[in-house]
């Protein structure tokens, strides 16, 4: 079952006279339970294509079906719900809240959501704990390594129990031995079933995923499938 489907995906920026066509012609689908790296140059349309997939941004022109769910008719008040609910991001800079402690960023999403205090008390724990940071729950961001912060936001990112996983450079601010430890949390939240998007620009991290989608110039230059 396709979750993501991208047909013809064409993104323009306007810049007063000036116009960058950033992605030209974009079909991707991705299944559930399915690890893809998204991988390119520096100027290949990573970015604007994690916006897209993210909801973060609109296409110019081609279609985006998200879970079923053609995700180009929406509002911006449908699309914030999308993000909360339906995408679990990670970022480079974890963006965790400095004074909130570690389940509390967790439970985030689901005050968004307005998900009652004890349920959220109760599935930010769950979440800690399938990325091994149950003990860790009232620690506060700050007290914690580079890679237990990651840790907490993949956490933060796993409890509304999104159609995937958005994670834009997620390794970029670890050292090698935090980077190898969050790869392998990927791994193995991918075994469970979880549909994880990876966007990158180091090759040993892409290697980690099921498939490699190379992206130059805005198009799909080739497609690496590196296991089944
Ligand atoms: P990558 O993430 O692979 O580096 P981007 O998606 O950031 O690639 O950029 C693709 C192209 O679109 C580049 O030519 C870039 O300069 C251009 N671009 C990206 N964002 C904008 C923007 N907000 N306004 C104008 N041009 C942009
Ligand atoms: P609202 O439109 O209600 O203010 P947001 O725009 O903050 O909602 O988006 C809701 C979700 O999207 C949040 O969970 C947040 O993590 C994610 N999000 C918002 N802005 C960005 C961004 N620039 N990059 C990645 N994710 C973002």
């Known amino acids: 079952r ?3 489907e991208l047909r013809e995906a064409r993104k323009v920026y306007r810049t007063g006279e000036v116009s960058v066509e950033a992605l030209r012609g974009i079909d991707l689908s991705i299944a559930a339970g399915d690890y893809v790296a998204i991988m390119g140059p520096s100027g290949s349309g990573k970015s604007t294509l994690m916006h897209a997939l993210g909801c ?3 296409l110019t022109s081609g279609s985006y079906r998200l879970d079923g769910v053609d995700v180009s008719e929406l509002d911006d008040d449908a699309l914030a719900e999308i993000r909360n609910l339906k995408i679990g991001f990670v970022f480079q800079q974890f963006h965790l809240l400095p004074e909130l ?3 509390q960023n967790v439970a985030l999403p689901l005050m968004y959501a307005r998900v009652p205090l004890g349920e959220r008390r109760e ?3 769950a979440a800690l704990d399938s990325v091994g940071l149950g003990g ?3 620690h506060r961001p700050g007290e914690l390594s580079g890679g237990q912060q990651q840790r ?3 956490a933060r990112a796993l409890v509304t129990e999104p159609t995937m996983v958005l994670a834009d450079e997620p390794t970029g601010n670890l050292d090698t031995a935090s980077t190898e430890d969050v790869l392998e949390l ?3 939240l991918n075994g469970l079933g979880r549909t ?4 990158t620009h180091e090759t040993e991290v892409g290697e980690h995923a099921k498939r490699i989608v190379w992206v130059k110039d805005g198009v799909i230059d080739r497609e690496q499938v590196n296991r089944a």
């Open 56 to 58: 973060l941004d609109v």
């Open 136 to 138: 860790r729950a009232d």
């Open 101 to 103: 402690t570690a389940w």
């Open 152 to 154: 907490v936001a993949v």
């Open 196 to 199: 994880i998007v990876l966007i």
């Open 2 to 4: 396709a979750v993501i």
């Open 186 to 188: 990927f791994d193995q």
């Open 123 to 125: 599935r930010a724990a």
